[in-house]
């Protein structure tokens, strides 16, 4: 290990404050008159850029390598710069977008993934992702929600924590590994509105029970770094928000890891209004934590002013420089600057035939049957098949925020269908755009005539990929375009149609649901999604997914989900959805989902028969184990996600009708009955209470399993 304390007394201030700053790799591969624009833009001159500490952005390793060494030759400290880039579901091999790997509730499965990325990642020079993104999502309208784990609080920090773990793997020094950083630190997803970079309103407790605790299960897994988030909380932008960055962040939890600011975030503390110069503006940043001002340049520009000021001291700079001298150190980079990339490794790690079975496995893993009234899976044996929508011959399903990912290395659901059943004639016809604005129907003809010459139809339809991922809000989150009148035109044409959508975030598809007897969403499924989506069709695979979001009927419902309150007026069930009486109820569309968090079809047929506690009434000390029988009543292998929810009834704050406490996958042979054992114990029914602190209450709780809105076997327990 270097002697860091020595090299820290030997660099000069210009230095020390170099390795604070962040920037895109243009500026290092450019030279002369082509940086000239872009370094103005970032507010830098050419000698700022000798002494600048990490950068981001970079294409592959010889781009790494190439900067890595110029930086070297010309470094009097010969300090490595540290190379960190966005790896959030796959490298080059991609795989489903986040928020579907939630709904495969298998950590083991993402880690698996993961540890796939990070080889692939670190063989091409990234040394740092910024990833896991946890923050709490529940508007659909939101296009980042792509990014999250959804909706549940225990598997956004369960499924952060596994990918924490998967990347750094036997330690981040190691040439596959990756060191990690968490991001949007806080409440990014409760952006009003679905607005993306919208303010955020939210009370204490309810950022203490659903938005903060995925990342404080990310600080305890060992995250390397933390990204404070864009938006404004409460008032005042997060990476300025003193009660987020020092008493939450540093007092409460403890939390010793690097800061790194969002993309130009710092600077925008002027657009936000908070102060009204740059210099106030990194005063703001460095007061509150952040280490790392990510493009933009208020830290090189006015930190030794601020120093010399009196405003900070040098020592303070010592420790931001400290910190990211570590993480270089413990990356191993004063050993290995290129942490074991090179071009040739990089041609090695990617895309290999075991990285695309993996990423194929992953997608059908991670794909909800959302309907199915018997039609799917299809018979291996059909003949002619018309694969219909804008999405039939499409290779853009890799979803926002795939890294080095191409879309012309994706398989089609066309190809993966001819793949699938080679000796059947295939063909694909588009019928229609993806677009919002695309209202042309000149193309349902072809589509009709395909429908009605075919054995069976699969509608492939969706939102482009850039309509989720960052700045891609949206809203109306129902298909785009005409693609439900193809689907109506089509279903006339021939009624055995299965419909696959593609799409990053919940959509209202009411009226397609009511047109199709079967749904398969894919989600955005990376690079082997057509093969996926026709092992889900013919039944090579068994659909496991369950929703980790909930999709509303109508975006006038945004944000709905499934933990939440009972409030004074429910809607009664009997109550018909014309408006009588009083009660919390959308005329028309009333308050379900049309589809709920937790909803997931299988080609088997699971029946959950019981649910027993060891004891109907506990003390805080003591621990209830929870058995639930289920039968797999069909000649079928399959997953099942076995969840166990609780209520509590009565408490001193009003709590959700129903909160998920515990899950576990298992695999159930054609017939097989099993029992999944869980154990409840008294923190698992803790919540913020009025006097600032998570306690449980002595009282009735309901324990039940099945799925939101489809609880069953409840039965009561007792906490003393
Ligand atoms: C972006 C994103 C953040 C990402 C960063 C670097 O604006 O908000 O998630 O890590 O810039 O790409």
């Known amino acids: 290990m270097k002697d860091l304390k020595k090299l820290l007394e030997q660099m000069t201030l210009e230095e020390k404050i170099g390795q604070l700053g962040q920037y895109n790799a243009n500026l290092f591969i450019q030279s002369g008159a082509d940086i000239t624009g872009p370094l103005t833009q970032a507010g830098l001159s050419e000698e700022d850029l000798k002494h600048v500490g990490s950068i981001l952005n970079f294409k592959n390793a010889e781009e790494v390598c190439t900067i890595q060494k110029r930086h070297l030759e010309q470094d009097r400290n010969k300090i490595p710069m540290c190379f960190m880039m966005d790896v959030i579901h796959g490298y080059r091999t991609i795989y489903p977008i986040p928020l579907a790997l939630g709904c495969s509730f298998d950590t083991d499965m993402v880690a698996e993934c993961t540890r796939m990325a990070s080889k692939e990642a670190a063989a091409s020079g990234i040394q740092v992702t910024f990833t896991p993104m946890v923050d709490y999502v529940r508007d659909a309208r939101w296009g980042r929600v792509m990014e999250s784990c959804g909706e549940e609080p225990l598997l956004n920090g369960l499924m952060g924590a596994a990918q924490i773990k998967a990347f750094q793997g036997d330690g981040i020094d190691k040439p596959d590994n990756l060191a990690t950083c968490v991001k949007h630190f806080a409440a990014y997803g409760g952006a009003e509105a679905g607005r993306d970079y919208n303010t955020v309103e939210l009370s204490e407790h309810t950022l203490r029970e659903f938005y903060l605790p995925a990342y404080k299960a990310c600080i305890d897994a060992g995250v390397d770094m933390l990204m404070p988030s864009f938006n404004v909380l409460n008032g005042v932008p997060a990476v300025a928000n003193s009660w987020l960055m020092k008493k939450i962040l540093k007092e409460e939890w403890g939390a010793d890891v690097l800061v790194i600011s969002d993309y ?38 006015y930190l030794k002013e601020l120093i010399e000021e009196g405003v900070f001291t040098e020592a303070q700079v010592d420790e931001a420089v400290m910190k990211v001298l570590e993480l270089k150190d413990r990356l191993g980079l004063f050993e290995d600057p290129y942490h074991g990339a090179s071009p040739e490794k990089e041609a090695a790690a990617c895309l290999t035939p075991e990285n695309r079975a993996l990423v194929r496995k992953a997608a059908a893993e991670c794909a909800v049957l959302l309907k199915n009234d018997g039609i799917l899976p299809f018979s291996e044996d059909v ?15 890799k979803g926002f925020w795939a890294c080095q990912g191409r879309d012309e290395e994706t398989v089609t659901v066309k190809e993966g269908i001819e793949a699938a059943i080679p000796n059947a004639e295939v063909v694909a016809i588009k019928g229609c755009g993806d677009q919002w604005d695309d209202l042309d129907k000149s193309g349902f003809d072809r589509a009709v005539m395909a429908a009605k010459e075919a054995d069976i139809v699969v509608l492939c339809l969706g939102e482009p990929q850039n309509y989720s991922g960052e700045g891609n809000s949206r809203g109306d989150i129902d ?14 044409a021939n009624p055995n149609t299965a419909a696959v959508i593609f799409t990053g975030r919940p959509l209202a598809i009411t009226r397609l649901s009511k047109t199709v007897p079967a749904i398969l969403n894919m989600w ?5 999604g057509g093969s996926a989506a026709a092992d889900l069709l013919f039944g090579k695979m068994n659909p496991s997914g369950k929703l980790s979001m909930t999709f509303p009927q109508a975006v006038g419902q945004c944000p709905i989900y499934y933990n ?5 007026r429910p809607k009664a069930p009997e109550m018909d959805l014309i408006h009588k009486g009083y009660a919390s109820n959308y005329i028309g569309c009333g308050n379900l989902p049309l589809y709920s968090f937790g909803h997931g079809l299988s080609y088997s047929n699971f029946v959950y028969e019981d649910l027993t506690l060891s004891q109907d009434a506990f003390t805080a ?30 408490a001193s704050n009003a709590r959700p009708i129903q909160q998920l406490i515990a899950f576990e ?6 017939g097989e009955r099993k029992t999944i054992e869980f154990t409840i114990e008294e923190p698992m029914l803790r919540f913020w209470n009025n006097e600032h602190k998570f306690v449980s209450e002595p009282g009735l709780f309901h324990i039940s399993t099945g799925y939101a809105d489809h609880l069953v076997h ?7």
């Open 383 to 397: 003949k002619k098949v018309a694969v219909i929508g804008p999405f039939a011959d499409n290779h853009a399903i």
């Open 621 to 650: 000390d003591e621990k209830v184990t929870v058995k639930i029988t289920i039968h797999n009543d069909s000649d079928v292998k399959g997953k099942e996600t076995v969840m166990l929810y609780m209520r509590d009834l009565v």
């Open 665 to 670: 996958k298992v695999e159930f042979e054609a």
């Open 714 to 720: 409840t039965k009561e327990l007792v906490l003393k």
């Open 524 to 528: 955005f499924p990376g690079t082997e």
């Open 479 to 492: 298909l785009p375009g005409v693609q439900n009148e193809l689907a109506e035109e089509v279903m006339k």
């Open 564 to 568: 939440h309150l009972m409030t004074g």
């Open 264 to 301: 130009n975030a710092v600077g925008e503390l002027l657009k936000h209004g908070i102060v009204d110069n740059m210099k106030d503006a990194a005063k703001l940043a460095f007061d509150n934590g952040c280490h790392i001002e990510m493009c933009s340049s208020g830290y090189i520009k």
